[in-house]
């Protein structure tokens, strides 16, 4: 089946730590996105990557890191930086050549301890 | 960061009940796209546009892209408990340069009554 997965469902950070979230997709896609859903709020752009080897900041970048060595993975690491980083994160890709309609995994809730 | 007003903000109806909830912006964009999402999963997509005025359904589902490019509307026909959810329009706008980047509403939450 072609999709995206993320990993893992539920991830808990203690203060200090970083955490990477797991992101891949088998659909070909080129771009890949980061996103952050906060209870009662719409998706915040975190980062975005339209090539291999290449990514730019969102809206809300401080505080998270990504990397995109291979067309597969885009993971996500939360860093100590980042205060307040409980939240749900959302990957999403898209193939630009067909329209930017973006299919997104099934998330991951970080919590703080 | 950008955001599209939706509204409302949610909704609470009897099974069996027609709903409607829509977007509007002060942008114009050339794609709509509509999502649904259940607690604790992702966003699924339900509908897209692509021109203006277009009018696309899908089961009981119809959406249309405004012919302004700045609105989009999606109706629910004879809703049905598994309808609930949040509802997410997105619009494709451009974001601090010139690539197209997808600016999401900030949903509507539908609760269905059996």
């Known amino acids: 089946d072609g999709g995206i997965t993320q990993s893992p469902k539920y991830l808990f950070r203690k203060e200090g730590q970083n955490v990477t979230l797991s992101c891949e997709q088998n659909?070909?896609?080129?771009?890949m996105y980061w996103y952050r859903q906060d209870p009662g709020q719409g998706l915040r752009l975190i980062y975005y990557?339209?090539?291999?080897?290449?990514?730019q900041k969102g809206d809300i970048a401080e505080g998270y890191s990504v990397s995109r060595e291979k067309k597969e993975s885009f993971p996500l690491t939360v860093t100590s930086a980042q205060k307040n980083p409980t939240a749900f994160y959302l990957c999403?890709?898209?193939?630009?050549?067909?329209?930017?309609?973006?299919?997104f995994g099934p998330g991951t809730r970080l919590l703080v301890l | 960061g950008q955001q599209l007003n939706q509204s409302p903000q949610s909704m609470f109806i009897q099974e069996g009940e027609d709903v409607s909830m829509n977007c509007t912006s002060s942008s114009i964009f050339n794609t709509w796209l509509w999502y649904k999402q259940d607690p604790g999963e992702g966003p699924v997509l339900l509908i897209a546009l692509y021109k203006a005025g277009e009018l696309t359904s899908n089961g009981r589902l119809t959406a249309q892209f405004g012919i302004t490019r700045k609105d989009s509307f999606l109706n629910i026909s004879a809703s049905i408990p598994s309808d609930v959810g949040i509802y997410f329009c997105?619009?494709?706008?451009?974001?601090?340069?010139?690539?197209?980047?997808?600016?999401f509403g900030t949903g509507t939450l539908l609760a269905v009554q059996p």
């Open positions: 999403a890709s898209s193939n630009p050549q067909r329209g930017e309609t973006q299919y």
């Open positions: 990557s339209q090539i291999v080897n290449d990514f």
């Open positions: 997105a619009g494709l706008g451009h974001y601090g340069g010139a690539t197209n980047k997808l600016i």
């Open positions: 659909l070909n896609h080129d771009a």
